[in-house]
């Protein structure tokens, strides 16, 4: 698995994503074992970063993520845990909350990355970053970011955060390159900071293209597995596909190992 080395860590190029593990915004225990079933095999084969947020299924996401993570055997240091406080929490005592929160439903003591999960109008950071500043010093979290920012507010987190910020998770596929065209990418890569992509294939929605075909077959690969190759052929982008079904969780992360010539770069950039 090819991985992005900041100053303070390194992560894999991809990672698995949670939203609809355990339900939507609510908890739906109907999809528990296929939940589990989906993080196991992840887990399994290699997949070392596990996002998740307080947001998915109001929590028994991560729950989930917790339980999986416990029975895979692995050591809590091998994985890596994002997880994300939702806009409603951002005051001081909420985001506080929020983190313990978080914590008890993963059955874990620490997050490796916090992030805050929206921007919120008329929130006060200054208050937010004095919690998460809090959070890191009292080693409940490693590492901060944020998460659908613009420019001009991940400049303002770094400016209050007391650690560098590493990430902003943001949407980016070949049909959604809006934080390409608003800078920030650009801005990421020449700040040393991860733009983590969510949504790479559009929720399986993704329509490939003649030019993604012809290049998936001469790779041998299917065109998602293009779609999510592009994606990662960027410096400073790593991404988090989700999948229920074996088969494209394996395909999501064998992507990383596709090595796109600078043409086929080029022919899906244009």
Known sequence: MKSETLSTLTLPKVGFGTWKIGGNSTPNRAVDEKSLAALRYAL?????????????????????????????????????????????????????????????HLGMEYIDLYLIHWPQSGAKYEETFKALNKLVRDGKVKHLGVSNFDVKLLKQAQSLSETPIIT???????????????????????????????????????????TVAAIAKAHNATPFQIALAWIVSHPRVITIPMSFNPVHIRENFESA????T???IEQLTN
């Open 44 to 104: 399994e084969i290699g997949y070392t970063h596990i996002d998740t947020a307080e947001m998915y299924a109001s929590g028994h996401s991560e729950e989930l993520v917790g339980q999986a993570v416990r029975e895979s055997g692995m050591k809590r240091e091998d994985v890596f845990i994002t997880s994300k406080v939702i806009p409603s929490h951002l005051r001081y005592d909420d985001v506080l909350t929020a983190c313990e929160n978080s914590l008890r």
């Open 168 to 210: 902003n998770q943001v949407p980016f596929s070949l049909g959604d390159r809006s934080y390409i065209k608003n800078g920030m990418l650009a801005y990421c890569q020449q700040n040393d900071i991860l733009l983590t992509a969510y949504s790479p294939v559009e929720e399986g929605k993704l329509r490939p293209n003649k």
């Open 257 to 260: 190992d596709i090595e796109l």
């Open 262 to 264: 600078q043409d086929e």
